[in-house]
Nanobody, 125 residues
Framework: QVHMVESGGGSVQAGGSLTLSCVVS????????MGWFRQAAGKAREEVAA???????TFADSAKGRFTISIDNAKNTLYLQMNSLKPEDTAMYYCAADAVDCEGYLRGGYGMDYWGKGTLVTISS
């Protein structure tokens, strides 16, 4: 059984940085698409960034130039480095995985196979 557990959320001031981690256990597939999503209160879930097993990455426009996604296969951990944080980045952040490709990620996460429970990021102005 696959488990994904996020950590690293917290409260920081605008302009600050946070690194989110997502530890993945039980994953036995050779291919993957690992992504980060976020959902602010009262808003729909939105994509943030994704990386696949070929090293391809994609970022939402809101994340480009500020966020970096990476994966440490030895540690089974997905990361999201977030810099220059803004109040509008405030949201619950979720990691998710798909065992085939990133089509699910590009559809807003629908159909992705595995999800974490989220970690809260709060940015104050």
């Amino acid at each position: 059984q696959v488990h994904m557990v996020e950590s690293g959320g917290g409260s920081v001031q605008a302009g600050g940085s946070l690194t989110l981690s997502c530890v993945v256990s039980g994953y036995r597939y050779s291919r993957y698409c690992m992504g980060w999503f976020r959902q602010a209160a009262g808003k729909a879930r939105e994509e943030v960034a994704a990386i696949d097993s070929d090293g391809w990455t994609t970022f939402a426009d809101s994340a480009k130039g500020r966020f970096t996604i990476s994966i440490d296969n030895a540690k089974n951990t997905l990361y999201l480095q977030m810099n220059s944080l803004k109040p509008e980045d405030t949201a619950m952040y979720y990691c998710a995985a798909d065992a085939v490709d990133c089509e699910g990620y590009l559809r807003g996460g629908y159909g992705m196979d595995y999800w974490g429970k989220g970690t809260l990021v709060t940015i104050s102005s």
